[in-house]
């Protein structure tokens, strides 16, 4: 979860201009297909952003939602501590993949602004 939180925040810190990021598609070998290959660069970024405070504050106001929902009185108390181990097993896994490729996915689209950026200065130089 560090990685992603410091990989947001050096994105927020380069991305000084986010309206660059428009028109401008991942490259294919970066692209994770999950994430929606027709989505630009700053459809992303806005989504990369939006998600970072959902991380930092984790999911209490999700879990506050589902305190209601036990009435399983009938389970034995070994068969629900270890179908908990296992859930909770399977939900850390998951959210560690969700946090990696987050991760890549900020990443790159860092790269890529820094890319665009160095562009735009070759420009302005050989238009100089």
Not at 44 to 58: C, F, N, W
Not at 67 to 75: A, R
Request: proline share 3%; hydrophobic share 30%.
């Amino acid at each position: 979860m560090e990685q992603y939180l410091s990989a947001t925040e050096k994105m927020e810190q380069e991305v000084m201009f986010p309206s660059l990021l428009r028109g401008v598609f991942p490259e294919q070998e970066g692209a994770d297909p999950a994430t929606g290959g027709n989505t630009d660069l700053y459809e992303r970024y806005q989504l990369l952003k939006s998600i970072k405070p959902v991380v930092e504050k984790g999911l209490a106001s999700v879990t506050d939602q589902s305190h209601g929902d036990t009435d399983d009185d009938t389970v034995s108390a070994e068969d629900t501590d270890s179908n908990l181990e296992e859930r909770l097993s399977h939900h850390v896994n998951g959210l560690q993949q969700v946090l990696t490729d987050l991760t890549k996915n900020t990443k790159a689209l860092t790269r890529r602004y820094s890319q665009i950026l160095e562009e735009i200065h070759l420009t302005d130089d050989h238009s100089s």
